[in-house]
Structures are given as C-alpha cells and as structure tokens.
T-cell receptor, first 115, second 118 residues
C-alpha cells in the first residue's frame, strides 16, 4: 500500500506568482489535512477535509490561500500572489474516520521557496 | 484554545542513556487524543503513539514508553538505552473533540530536537 504522496517535492517561485501543491492521500482515507512547517512557526494546522468538504477554513493564513478536494481523494492547496513569508514545507496527512481521532499519516511534504 | 508545550528545545545525550521528553497540554475538551510523532532528518513525520483522554495506562513499546497523567496534563515520552538512530525531532500533538461535535487538526508542540551522541 502506498503512503501519502505530495508533489512537487520542491518548488521555487518568484514573489507574486501563484503555486499549486498537490496531495494524494492513502486510498480509503476520507480525512485529509494540510499543515505548514516553518522555522518560526513550527507545525501549523491549515485546513482539513472530510470527504470533499472543508467545514472550517479559519486556519488558512490569508485569503491568498485556498484548498479543494475532488472525488474524495486528491487535494490541491493553492497560494496566490506568493510572498516570501509563504516559504515553508507544506505537509499533507490523511487518516481514517472519525476525523481527528485516528493517527494521521503524513506525506513527505513540498518545500516551497519564494524568492 | 488548545496548546501543547514542549519546553525542551534540544536534548543531547550519550548513546545508551535514558532520556525523557516532556509534553504538557491544555484543552477544554473532555474528550481528546494525544500523539507523539518522530521527524528524522529525512523530514517525514512518523507516527509513534496515540492515547485517548480516558486511558491513563502507561504504555511500553520496546525501548519506548509513555507516561500520561491527566492530573498534571502531561504526556511524557521516555527512550530507554538510547541509540544514535533515535536522533530526530520529536513532536507531541493534541486533537480535541469539542462537546458540540466535529474535530480539528492536530495542535503540535514546537518539538524537541534529540541528539544521541555515539
């Protein structure tokens, strides 16, 4: 069984550009989570999906961040007009239901560098 | 609001020593789950243990053991006879179940960087 996969593994972009990060969860895991890991802030929870639904988007750092999930599987995290403070490792995790109560399996992350 | 505190930023010990990583949490939820994750130099977070708030039994898995005490809101992690391969950043995390239902992502501590010297 494959684990959580994320792409790209590394992304270097220029300030002001949009980026799209992809997460492919473990098959059968209906819960999907996005986190951000940076030196200054540690590991921050961004958003979760139960199926295709994201009930609470308050963890997203700004309105430049958005996420969607289709078909209860792949999710994309989009950052518009990237800023240097967006530089971080973006981690995706998935788990079996119930949401939040089972161990989350993490992907290898996408390292985003905004120049 | 939930909070997890790992007061030890970095610990360095010599191989074969025992080492305890501290974790203190805050939550208003009556039902919650505590986790420990390991992040080796490769970067991928590896799940170690999950404990629910109703189960205060200590757990041992090989050289690893966990001490959960609700009275002090602590969930400490001990590695016995440490090995160089144990070198990693260890994160304690909390997930709550609010009385109104629903759930949220994990609230992580800042992590403890454990260095095991040969």
């Amino acid at each position: 069984g494959a684990g959580v996969s994320q792409s790209p593994s590394n992304k270097v972009t220029e300030k002001g550009k949009d980026v799209e990060l992809r997460c492919d969860p473990i098959s059968g895991h209906t819960a999907l989570y996005w986190y951000r890991q940076s030196l200054g802030q540690g590991l921050e929870f961004l958003i979760y999906f139960q199926g295709n639904s994201a009930p609470d988007k308050s963890g997203l750092p700004s309105d430049r961040f958005s996420a969607e999930r289709t078909g209860g599987s792949v999710s994309t995290l989009t950052i518009q007009r990237t800023q240097q403070e967006d530089s971080a490792v973006y981690l995706c995790a998935s788990s079996l239901p119930p949401l939040g109560l089972n161990e989350q399996f993490f992907g290898p992350g996408t390292r985003l560098t905004v120049l | 609001a939930q909070k997890v505190t790992q007061a030890q930023t970095e610990i360095s010990v010599v191989e074969k020593e025992d080492v305890t990583l501290d974790c203190v949490y805050e939550t208003r939820d009556t039902t919650y789950y505590l986790f420990w994750y390991k992040q080796p130099p490769s970067g991928e977070l590896v799940f170690l243990i999950r404990r629910n708030s109703f189960d205060e039994q200590n757990e041992i898995s090989g050289r690893y053991s966990w001490n959960f005490q609700k009275s002090t809101s602590s969930f400490n992690f001990t590695i016995t006879a440490s090995q160089v391969v144990d070198s990693a950043v260890y994160f304690c995390a909390l997930s709550g179940v609010p009385s109104g239902g629903g759930a949220d992502g994990l609230t992580f501590g800042k992590g403890t960087h454990l260095i095991i010297q040969p």
